[in-house]
C-alpha cells in the first residue's frame, strides 16, 4: 500500500500555550541533523523540541556519529533521571560503579530500544554504527554549571586519553551476546 503525507509548517497549538509548536520527527529532520553533526569538531549535535533551558522536561534528539566522546557522568545535584530511546542506529550504553568498573553494558537499538536510568548512576555511550539518533527525555531547568558530575577516573573530552578510552568501551560493547549490524 501506498501512502502519501502532505508536509504542512509548524502549527501552533492553542491549548492555553500561545508559543507551543507541533513539531515533526521526520526523515528530513534527521538528515539534517546528520550532516550536522558531520560538520562538528564533536561528532554530535542535538536539536531541542523544549522552547528554553528552563523549560521542564527537555526532550531532544541526540544525533551523534561514530567516534563521537561522551565523558562518563552523572546527575545528582540536582538529580535528575534520563530516558534514551534509539531511533536509528546502534549503541552501547554503560553503568559505572563508583570505581569506574562497567557495571552494566547495554546496546541499544539491538538488544533493547531504550534505557531508563535514575539520577547518581554513572553512565556514558559509544555509538556502534555510523551515526546513532537517539531521543531523550530527563529534568529541566539546565544550567551547564551543575548538570553533570563527570567521572574523575575517565577522561574528559578533549584529554589525550579519549582515543583509548573509548577504543576500550567498544572492545567491552564487543563482549556483549551478538556482532553490531553494519
Known sequence: MNCTIRRRPATPYDGGMPDARIQLLDRALIQSLIE??????RLRTNHNFHAGMEDNPHRFLNV???GTYV???RHRDPPKPESFLVLEGELAFFTFDDGGRIATTHVLGRDAMGIDIPPGVWHTLAVLTP???CYEVKPGPYSAANDKDFAPWAPR???PGVAAYLGWLIVEAGKTNSPPST
Open 64 to 66: 551523534m556519529l561514530r
Open 71 to 73: 565523558a562518563p557522568h
Open 131 to 133: 551515526h546513532a539518533v
Open 157 to 159: 573530552e578533549g584529554d
Open 36 to 41: 550536522r553533526a558531520s560538520r562538528s569538531p
